[in-house]
């Protein structure tokens, strides 16, 4: 595969930048690979793995002369590297995030970029419950989206450029407006994620008080939830403070449902969780028929004539 940038410039090397490096590594895609993170620990795993070609001391070194930069560290700790990094930018470079939040990534970087480079954020939907530069591995974005949020007035051929990027590491890319992709993420992935870890620690409360076994014998859902909840704190304390309103949004909205499947359980009114179930299956069965859950197994054909 053709090579994209002359020199990526990753900083923060934990799960999805080292990721990337693996996967930009596999593909060809990058001249050269430098990467950098906070602390000395870090930087010297990272060394020791060997996925970047050098990693530095400092976010200013690390970008000089690099025709993309990625910022890859928790959304609290974007602005400060901007700041720091802004004035030392090349000429017309695609700077570049993968936080899970976009609204304030862009109002947190934005400001402190030059003129004279592209900011394109963006967003891969992929990870896992493990976090750090040993956690990374090529595969992580392959048949997953990344979302990229460009401003209206991008340039499109560095939105192009970072579109080969991904589509390069396996990723399949859209791009999004950036409210909407803090509404969709807020459904699809924040709200969930605070129902796993509120649902692993009632159950660990549970086990404390009646000292039986719940986490020990724990079916298949819910150790995902387990699986979840172990996701680096840090990280999600970060989401939820820069997403506050459409988590507050959707956690009401959740609350509301949740309330009436209670009371339907309390006043034993077993049409409404009846239909209620009757129309999740639904939604899920659509999802399948329409191609876009391939790890699932085809509940769509189940009763169909073949
Ligand atoms: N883990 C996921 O599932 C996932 C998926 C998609 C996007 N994201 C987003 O990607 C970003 C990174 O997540 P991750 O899972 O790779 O995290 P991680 O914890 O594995 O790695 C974060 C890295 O950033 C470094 N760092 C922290 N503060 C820094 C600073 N001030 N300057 C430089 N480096 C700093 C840490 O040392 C670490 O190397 C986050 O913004 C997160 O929202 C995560
Ligand atoms: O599989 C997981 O561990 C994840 O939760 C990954 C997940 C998600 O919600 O899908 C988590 C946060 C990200 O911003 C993107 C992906």
């Not at 896992?128 to 991008?154: C, K, Q, W, Y």
Request: with cysteine; hydrophobic share 45%.
């Amino acid at each position: 595969m053709a090579r994209i940038y002359e020199r990526v410039a990753l900083i923060g090397l934990g799960l999805i930048a080292s990721s990337m490096a693996h996967a930009m590594r596999r593909g060809g895609l990058a001249g050269e690979i430098v990467g950098t993170a906070r602390s000395v620990e870090t930087r010297e795993i990272a060394s020791e793995i060997g996925f970047c070609d050098r990693v530095v001391d400092s976010a200013t070194e690390a970008v000089q002369g690099a025709d993309l930069v990625v910022l890859a560290m928790p959304i609290g700790a974007m602005e400060p590297v901007a700041l720091e990094i802004g004035p030392h930018l090349a000429k017309g470079a695609t700077i570049t995030d993968v936080g899970s939040v976009k609204r304030a990534v862009v109002e947190a970087v934005g400001p402190h970029l030059p003129d004279h480079v592209d900011f394109i954020p963006g967003h891969p939907l992929a990870g896992t419950e493990h976090s750090g530069p040993r956690s990374g591995f090529a595969e992580l974005f392959e048949n997953r989206f990344t979302i990229l949020v460009p401003d209206e007035n991008a340039n499109t051929e560095a939105v192009a450029r970072l579109t080969r990027l991904w589509e390069g590491m396996g990723a399949k890319v859209e791009t999004m407006e950036v409210d909407h992709h803090d509404l969709v993420l807020a459904v699809t992935s924040h709200t969930p994620h605070l129902i796993a870890y509120t649902m692993v620690g009632v159950a660990d409360d549970l086990r404390r008080v009646t000292d039986s076994e719940v986490i020990k014998y724990s079916a298949a859902g819910f150790r995902d939830f387990t699986r979840i909840a172990a996701s680096d704190p840090t990280m999600w304390r970060d989401v939820f403070l820069n997403n506050k309103e459409a988590t507050l949004e959707i956690l009401g909205r959740f609350t509301e449902e949740l309330f009436a499947l209670q009371r339907a359980i309390r006043t034993g009114d077993g049409d409404h969780l009846f239909d209620y179930f009757t129309h999740t299956r639904a939604i899920r069965r659509g999802i399948i028929e329409a191609g876009q859950d391939t790890d699932a197994p085809d509940f769509g054909r189940i009763g169909k004539k073949s």
